[in-house]
């Protein structure tokens, strides 16, 4: 049996966009495909620590979390990724990527629809379709 392994995502939203990023070629998962900030929790974090450190070691971005606004998971041949996305608030920073990126965009929902996105990311584009409030 693979391990479940968790993972939290930002939504970071303003003037109705969405930042995504673009990850790197080069990454082991999901090479080059678009998604929400974020990254796997380190051993002893809380759900917070960890949404804050990946947020701002990825975009140098300080977030506070509102609220859980989804789950949902994506099969490796190696691990299940559960991905738990948080509605965030930019409380400081300025915008740089890591290495782990090589770009950025903020996008409307309906623009998702038109890259290249992790499939967790389309599942959450698809559960948000209809839907006037997302947060």
């Known amino acids: 049996m693979k391990p479940f392994i968790p993972v939290v995502r930002a939504l970071i939203l303003e003037d109705d966009r969405i930042l995504l990023l673009k990850r790197s070629a080069s990454s082991r998962t999901n090479p080059g495909l678009w998604e929400l900030p974020g990254g796997k929790l380190l051993n002893g974090e809380t759900l917070d620590e960890a949404l804050k450190r990946e947020v701002y070691e990825e975009t140098g971005l300080i977030v506070s979390p509102i609220r859980v606004i989804g789950a949902f998971q994506q099969d490796f041949p190696f691990k299940v990724s559960v991905n738990i996305i ?12 890591s290495d782990e990126h090589e770009a950025y965009k903020c996008v409307r929902i309906w623009e998702i629809g038109n890259l290249k996105v992790s499939p967790w990311l ?5 559960s948000l379709d209809g839907s006037k409030n997302i947060i």
């Open 122 to 126: 389309s599942d959450f584009k698809e």
């Open 86 to 97: 948080f509605h965030v608030k930019v409380e400081d920073g300025i915008l740089s990527l």
